[in-house]
């Protein structure tokens, strides 16, 4: 069964309360949030950012959007549209290669970092020849999103992807 089509490499599918989906497209053509009605007949892109990898929504319905190229940031976008960078670097070291986004149940917002940049990974349209062995700075970060504070949990790590929390 195919629920939505002609999505654009389409990554972190996130079921709001209506039953409809946020998610985000890679592909150039598109590279963006983008909205699904809950029947999978209306695909709406919301905003385009780049090359996003990650979305989430918080409790005011504003989404957050891991931004991996041109401008590897954390962005702040909301559903009409508007799009902001609001942070792009730790310590005056720029993000890399955000990824994925997950809420803690205090609203702190944590993020991978995959630890490469999207230009020295993917390179002439395909990845890397030694992409298996290349060496990644991948981190994870705890971001305080009313002060803007960044803090750096884990780093060096080899591509760190997905994040989760359970119901404890």
Avoid: Q
């Amino acid at each position: 069964m195919i629920f939505a089509s002609n999505l654009g490499a389409p990554e972190t599918p996130r079921l709001l309360k209506d039953k409809s989906w946020l998610c985000v497209e890679m592909a150039p053509h598109r590279g963006g949030v983008t909205h699904i009605s809950a029947d999978g007949k209306d695909v709406t892109l919301v905003a385009k950012t780049g090359t996003p990898n990650g979305c989430i929504m918080d409790t005011n319905g504003d989404i957050w959007v891991a931004e991996t190229h041109p401008h590897p940031s954390l962005m702040h976008t909301t559903m009409d549209g508007h799009v902001e960078v609001y942070l792009d670097t730790v310590a005056g070291k720029g993000f890399l290669l955000p990824n994925d986004l997950c809420f803690s149940a205090d609203g702190t917002l944590y993020m991978t970092d995959s630890g490469m940049l999207m230009s020295e990974w993917v390179v002439n349209g395909g990845l890397r020849p030694d992409w298996a062995t290349a060496p990644f700075d991948g981190r994870v970060y705890a971001i305080d999103l009313k002060t803007k504070t960044v803090a750096a949990l884990d780093w060096g790590l080899r591509f760190p992807n997905g994040l989760a929390f359970g119901p404890d």
